[in-house]
T-cell receptor
Framework: EAQVTQNPRYLITVTGKKLTVTCSQN?????MSWYRQDPGLGLRQIYY???????DKGDVPEGYKVSRKEKRNFPLILESPSPNQTSLYFC???????????????FGEGSRLTVL | SQKIEQNSEALNIQEGKTATLTCNYT??????LQWYRQDPGRGPVFLLL?????KEKRKERLKVTFDTTLKQSLFHITASQPADSATYLC???????????FGKGTHLIIQP
């Protein structure tokens, strides 16, 4: 079954404690991206990756890091989480970059993060 | 910056009627618009894509239009059912980053 898998699905942590949210896709997609969703603000892109070892900032990258060492995995790293990073996070993938590709985004089920 | 505006207020429709959701965009017309469905606590699911040079696209009970003069897309669900109740998101490509810019979504409620 084609899917994007995120872990953990739920996490409560404290300010400053480094955490990683993993994301894996089994569709051999080149393009992967992270979004956060907040009430009243909608979905906003954090980072994206066009392919292995190629990553770039989205609209709200501050406080986050990503890496793309393998095609299937795209972890989101919060080096020093703060309360304003409390949010619902979604990983997504697509066949290729969206500027030139009209393919759909496949989303994971989301990771709800609370930073105290 | 490129913006997508959707009526974020809930839309209540009686079962069997046609639900029409509006998506307005700013600045230049995107190469395409996409529509997604999102259920509570779940990730968005792709429904339809319409290109700039297409006026209308259909899929089963769904229909999407794209009016570049009005800078607007309309999303229709005909013969609506309670199972159609969800939040519907409109999205466009374009902008500085390679990603989709999403509207805040419209919460659709189909009442039996």
């Amino acid at each position: 079954e084609a899917q994007v898998t995120q872990n953990p699905r739920y996490l409560i942590t404290v300010t400053g404690k480094k955490l990683t949210v993993t994301c894996s896709q089994n569709m051999n997609h080149e393009y992967m991206s992270w979004y956060r969703q907040d009430p009243g603000l909608g979905l906003r892109q954090i980072y994206y990756s066009m392919n292995v070892e190629v990553t770039d900032k989205g609209d709200v990258p501050e406080g986050y890091k990503v890496s793309r060492k393998e095609k299937r995995n795209f972890p989101l790293i919060l080096e020093s989480p703060s309360p304003n990073q409390t949010s619902l996070y979604f990983c997504a993938s697509s066949h290729s970059g969206l500027a030139t590709n009209t393919g759909e985004l496949f989303f994971g089920e989301g990771s709800r993060l609370t930073v105290l | 910056s490129q913006k997508i505006e959707q009526n974020s207020e809930a839309l209540n429709i009686q079962e069997g009627k046609t639900a029409t959701l509006t998506c307005n965009y700013t600045n230049y017309s995107p190469a395409y618009l996409q529509w997604y469905r999102q259920d509570p606590g779940r990730g968005p699911v792709f429904l339809l894509l319409i290109r700039e040079n297409e006026k209308e696209k259909r899929k089963e009970r769904l229909k999407v239009t794209f009016d570049t003069t009005l800078k607007q897309s309309l999303f229709h669900i005909t013969a609506s059912q309670p199972a159609d109740s969800a939040t519907y998101l409109c999205a466009r490509a374009g902008g500085g980053a390679d990603g989709l810019t999403f509207g805040k979504g419209t919460h659709l409620i189909i009442q039996p």
